[in-house]
């Protein structure tokens, strides 16, 4: 069920994954570091407001949708639909108080800023009751129709000389249209009513992720605001460029395995029980390692080429010195929040997950203002990485005090590192000149080394299972 899901995820969500690396491509081409650094500044606080006030509900609806004696359907939807529209009001509110006080370049990109969080939230709300209710073609489409909005209208603002607003505005397109496009199946049949009773039950497990989406926040996103009052908007461009293209690049396929293992790990605990789910989270620990390693290491050593293909002129010296630390900390978050994470949702306590971004968050801080002023935007990627080591540690000792989590595949993790060191020689040894082509060859050539490793050592039981395949065919 894992693999078919996962397969039908990375179809749907892979491509729009693409589509964005492109967009990024794009914008770095089109878009000054400054102009990019005032749309990442944005982004960012566009991204911490939609946490703060809708994500926690988004999670509570997909927890609570896949126990078999949850509240109907029709109730829960009901009162999900009419608590994100009291969110909308609140955040128009706080925005008519601050906005004024912004500067009239900074109005402007609050007012495109807005919609964007209401667009988001009702975007990822949707598609959410798609994942929920196991429906991964669907939710995969919208993706799709996202990302195709999102890079035809932002690009051709952005060629057309638009600056920050290119990129936002392809953002917003984006998410209307796709939520517009499947809104009326989802929620024409939902009439608006709040159930206090049940909006207390998703409060008290959803509350915790607000406190730990703000601090997620200060890991992941506070070193834009730092780096802005320190050295400037056009640094933020040339921090965030690579800093987006490398996250993306590395936790894109993870996102995938997290969007099509995590309601399948919540159902088989409610419904079958313990069992069923650690090895449901066993295999999602092992996809992980299985995607993400070598993701990681590949894009380190081909950094170069990388940059040189998909980053603008003006961005690429420093993108080449950010990746390796941006990529091996966007490994670290994946195992933390799609993996360890887990064992709290599943056991409902989530409130424990506070205390690894806390001080994951308090490091990021101390870090960020000491490491900035001596190494510039490369003590961000550092005190990044740090901070994610540091939440990951914290995470994996508390975790095991709320949910008797599954043992870790250490042989199997071992032989994926070995594999992804293999098929990283050919990799540092040839150095061809760059160009999309080589940097093809170069893909495959390591994607075959990979494979042949993985066949060899039949990890995660694969050589096995294609065997199977061949022979009932």
Excluded at 261 to 287: C, Q, V
Aim: aromatic share 12%; hydrophobic share 55%.
């Amino acid at each position: 069920m894992l693999l078919k899901h996962s397969f039908i995820y990375t179809i749907g969500k892979g491509v729009p994954s693409i589509v964005s690396l492109l967009a990024i491509t794009l914008f770095t081409t089109y878009l000054t570091p400054a102009e990019f650094g005032e749309y990442a500044l944005v982004l960012s606080v566009a991204s911490i407001t939609g946490s703060i006030f809708y994500d926690w509900l988004i999670l509570a609806h997909l927890r609570f949708i896949q126990s078999k004696d949850a509240t109907a359907s029709d109730r829960l939807l009901r009162t999900v639909l009419t608590t994100f529209v009291w969110s909308i009001f609140i955040t128009a509110v706080i925005s008519a108080a601050v906005v004024p006080f912004l500067s009239f370049e900074w109005q402007t990109l609050a007012l495109i800023g807005l919609p964007i969080i209401w667009a988001e939230g009702f975007f990822n709300l949707t598609v959410n009751v798609l994942r929920g209710n196991l429906k991964p073609v669907t939710y995969s489409i919208l993706f799709l129709l996202r990302a195709i909005v999102y890079i035809s209208v932002g690009g051709g603002l952005a060629y057309s000389g638009a600056g920050a607003l290119a990129p936002l505005s392809g953002l917003l397109a984006g998410s209307v249209l796709a939520s517009l496009f499947i809104s009326s199946k989802v929620w024409k049949p939902v009439r608006m009513k709040l159930d206090v009773s049940l909006i207390k039950t998703l409060f008290i497990y959803g509350s915790p992720f607000i406190v730990s989406f703000a601090l997620n926040f200060i890991v992941n996103s506070s070193d834009r605001f730092i780096i802005a009052y320190l050295l400037g908007n056009e640094e933020v461009g040339q921090y965030s460029a690579a800093y987006q293209f490398t996250w993306r690049s590395v936790s894109a396929l993870l996102m995938i395995i997290s969007t099509s293992s995590n309601p399948l790990i919540l159902r088989a605990f409610d419904n079958k029980g313990m069992k069923s789910a650690n090895i449901e989270l066993r295999n999602t620990g092992l996809l992980i390692a299985l995607i993400g390693i070598p993701s990681c290491l590949g894009i380190i050593a081909l950094r170069e080429n990388i940059s040189y293909v998909f980053i603008g002129s003006a961005f690429k010296n420093d993108a080449i010195e950010l990746i390796p630390w941006i990529a091996v900390a966007a490994l670290i978050y994946a195992f933390k929040s799609f993996y360890v994470d887990t064992g709290f949702q599943i056991a409902k306590k989530t409130h424990l997950q506070i205390w690894p971004s806390l001080l994951a968050a308090i490091v990021n801080i101390i870090l960020n203002f000491w490491l900035i002023p001596v190494y510039g935007i490369l003590g961000a990627a550092i005190a990044t990485l740090v901070a994610f080591v540091v939440g990951l540690l914290s995470s994996a000792v508390l975790v095991v005090r709320a949910y008797p989590f599954p043992k870790v595949a250490w042989k199997d993790m071992i032989l994926i590192l070995g594999g992804s060191l293999m098929m990283c020689i050919p990799l540092v040894l040839w150095d061809p000149e760059p160009g999309i082509w080589h940097l093809t060859l170069q893909l495959l050539i390591a994607g075959s080394i990979f494979l042949f490793f993985l066949m060899i050592f039949n990890i995660m039981n694969l050589r096995t299972l294609l065997l199977n395949k061949l022979n009932s065919e």
